[in-house]
């Protein structure tokens, strides 16, 4: 079985960083691929933000968040990490962390693509 547990979630304010982190445990074949979904309250899905294939270190961005987000590994401690800087409103959400195992190619494109999700931590973006 794996679990993911998420921390980090914070309310800052437009323009500030955040770093939101995700604990995997259990088999790592089982979470090779690991990433970050978002569903804002107005939101009807989880929207892809990143992820990453744990054991390559390749990583996959939404359009939103390219070149403002960063999803990286420490494979010592099994952790993945979401650094959020230039933080805009419509940032705010639930962030999960969400993880499955890697079949080829890009790591976790749909909600559907995860076997395991954590319970989400709270992101609150205001000016």
Do not use: H
């Not at 403002?68 to 999960?96: C, H, I």
């Not at 190619?105 to 609150?124: H, M, N």
């Amino acid at each position: 079985q794996v679990e993911l547990v998420e921390s980090g979630g914070d309310s800052v304010q437009v323009g500030g960083s955040l770093r939101l982190s995700c604990k995997a445990s259990g088999e790592p074949v089982n979470w090779r691929c690991i990433g970050w979904f978002r569903r804002s309250p107005s939101a009807k899905e989880r929207e892809g933000v990143g992820s990453i294939n744990f054991l390559f270190g390749n990583t996959y961005y939404a359009d939103s968040v390219k070149g403002r987000f960063t999803v990286s590994r420490d494979r010592d401690k099994n952790t993945m990490y979401l650094q959020m800087t230039s933080l805009k409103s419509e940032d705010s959400a639930m962030y999960y962390c969400a993880a499955g195992r890697w079949s080829g190619g890009r790591c976790l494109e749909k909600p559907s693509d995860a076997s395991y999700w954590g319970r989400g931590t709270q992101v609150t973006v205001s000016s």
